[in-house]
């Protein structure tokens, strides 16, 4: 495809993403991006809401009543809007059937030019991984739809698991430490490194993204814009970090030694096995269990910045310190503000 550039566009065109539509805006990681794209005061922002949901919005949000049952209720509230942010929990298809593609038809009927899908996590361009923990199908159905109708571009923000959420929330299942048992599970050796992010990261991520111009001026503008993500993953991290640097930081911050946990090695191929024999039983936990232990296979396939740069430096994000991000998450933790969603 041709490079488009700003001068080329037709009267009226406005190079900058001023309308950004936001779906789960009072949710874990929605509340984070939507608190960033204020803190920058570049965008009018509209969060989509159920009639059921209560959740208080800050102020110089728009709220929009939608019904996932009247698509027309969708295409209205997405009309005129730049680009659709799409965060939702675990549970969202329940309302009305699949909730993110109900979404996407909608962007496309409203003329929305970007989608980011809701697709956090482990890397979303991995599909054999994606596969493999039972995560793939989702993001792989809403790509080929956004292609198929032709209107809208997607970016997905390639995160990593989120650091705070994935330490401390449920440790166990997670990254293996488990903070109120002081218990370690290291796979294999405990050194295999993964890309992960923290909330903070991610919002200034989209936030710093959603600020760059659409298209480049002309052809002597090298600068980045959005369209340069266009289709593709946009890749952040935090941290490149293995499970003993974290269970370092771990021992750093609660001011404890090895003496006062319980430490076991366990090899992840197994490890990864037997969790997806508990799903298939409905054990509680074991989806997590399962997936948190393929990303740390020794393949490197949990360290997206495998692929290339990552647009931290695009970005101007800052170099985060991993204590204050392990003090962080155990706030949350405290503050009971870890939940699955």
Excluded at 116 to 123: K, L
Excluded at 129 to 154: D, N, P, T, Y
Excluded at 185 to 203: H, K, M, N, V
Aim: proline share 3%.
């Amino acid at each position: 495809m041709a490079t488009e550039f700003a001068k080329n566009q037709p009267v009226g065109f406005s190079n900058r993403v001023e309308k950004v539509a936001i779906v789960g805006a009072g949710g874990s990681i929605g509340s984070v991006i939507t608190k960033a794209l204020l803190g920058t005061g570049r965008h009018q922002i509209t969060a989509l809401a159920r009639t059921s949901s209560t959740i208080a919005l800050p102020d110089g949000v728009r709220r929009v009543v939608i019904d996932y049952n009247d698509e027309s209720t969708l295409v209205e509230a997405l009309k005129g809007q730049d680009f659709l942010i799409i965060t939702l929990g675990v549970s969202a298809a329940k309302d009305g059937g699949n909730a993110e593609v109900k979404l996407v038809k909608a962007a496309a009927a409203a003329g929305v030019p970007y989608v980011m899908p809701n697709a956090y996590g482990a890397d979303p361009l991995n599909e054999k991984m994606r596969r493999e923990l039972h995560s793939a199908e989702q993001f792989l159905a809403v790509k080929a739809l956004i292609e198929k109708l032709g209107v809208s571009r997607w970016i997905v923000l390639g995160c990593g698991f989120w650091y705070e959420w994935s330490l401390v929330g449920d440790g166990q299942n997670r990254f293996g430490i488990d903070f109120q048992r002081r218990t370690v599970t290291f796979f294999d050796d405990g050194e295999e490194r993964i890309a992960t992010s923290t909330w903070d990261q991610s919002g200034r991520a989209v936030a710093s993204f959603l600020s760059l111009k659409r298209l480049p001026d002309d052809e002597n503008d090298k600068s980045p814009t959005i369209e340069n993500w266009a289709n593709r993953a946009l890749y952040i991290a935090s941290f490149r970090v293995n499970q003993k640097e974290m269970f370092e930081s771990a021992k750093r911050v609660t001011g404890t030694t090895d003496g006062d946990w319980m430490i076991e090695y366990v090899a992840s191929e197994m490890r990864f096995t037997a969790a997806v024999q508990a799903m298939e039983r409905g054990e509680k936990g074991a989806f997590l269990r399962q997936m948190y232990t393929r990303v740390f296979f020794p393949t490197g396939e949990g360290d997206h910045s495998r692929h290339g740069p990552l647009a931290n430096s695009a970005l101007g994000l800052p170099v985060e310190n991993i204590d204050e991000a392990t003090k962080e998450g155990l706030r949350l933790f405290n503050l009971g503000a870890l939940g699955f969603d």
